[in-house]
């Protein structure tokens, strides 16, 4: 089975900080994104990659950043968090070729922003 | 722009069928996709729908019409564990999934 771990199930952090998200899949899969998930408002796209070292904004990038330096790793950067990204952020990776795009998630990371 | 309408919650009672439409506004089509969320969950593939028609999968059937830019999830004989949210989803013409707001199913015994 397709695993993705997510870094933290919930994390607190104050405004300004600068916090890391950490993504892991171990199904050697090509494509990774990063979505957040807010209530009413579905799944919003921040960030995706398709190889190792690219990246690629969604539909909300700004006010973050993506780091994958391997191809089992995509990590979602918060520069200066601020309340507004109190949010679920939810981490998929994706082989190429698969059905319909079919996307496998991890369990999620619930991030409040004080 | 780009937009996937689903009704915002749906209830129905255990043992019947239930129907959770969706209908989509987007540059370029490449197929409709349906995710179950559990509460606290992950959300999980059901089903994908490249061409229209009915694609079935033990209780669950999932069906297309691109030319009404439409399609449902249909749940058949439901069962407490069948309470979830539901989404679907599009492929769109940047090949990334556009996803709806979700449909919170809630099963009444």
């Known amino acids: 089975d397709v695993k993705v771990t997510q870094s933290s199930r919930y994390l607190v952090k104050r405004t300004g900080e600068k916090v890391f998200l950490e993504c892991v899949q171990d199904?050697?899969?090509?494509?990774m994104f990063w979505y957040r998930q807010d209530p009413g408002l579905g799944l919003r796209l921040i960030y995706f990659s398709y190889d190792v070292k690219m990246k690629e904004k969604g539909d909300i990038p700004e006010g973050y950043s993506v780091s994958r330096e391997k191809k089992e790793r995509f990590s979602l950067i918060l520069e200066s968090a601020s309340t507004n990204q109190t949010s679920m952020y939810l981490c998929?990776?994706?082989?190429?070729?698969?059905?319909?795009?079919?996307?496998?998630f991890g369990p999620g990371t619930r991030l409040l922003v004080l | 722009g780009q937009s996937l309408e689903q009704p915002s919650e749906v209830t129905a009672v255990e043992g019947a069928i239930v129907q959770i439409n969706c209908t989509y506004q987007?540059?370029?089509?490449?197929?409709l996709s349906w995710y179950q969320q559990h509460d606290g969950g992950a959300p999980t593939f059901l089903s994908y729908n490249g061409l229209d028609g009915l694609e079935e999968t033990g209780r669950f059937s999932s069906f297309l019409s691109r030319s009404d830019s439409y399609g449902y999830l249909l749940l058949q004989e439901l069962q407490m564990k069948d309470s979830a949210s539901y989404f679907c989803a599009v492929r769109g013409s940047n090949y990334q999934l556009i996803w709806g707001a979700g449909t919170k199913l809630i099963i009444k015994p």
């Open positions: 987007t540059s370029g089509f490449y197929g």
């Open positions: 199904m050697d899969h090509e494509n």
């Open positions: 998929a990776s994706r082989p190429n070729g698969g059905l319909g795009e079919t996307q496998y």
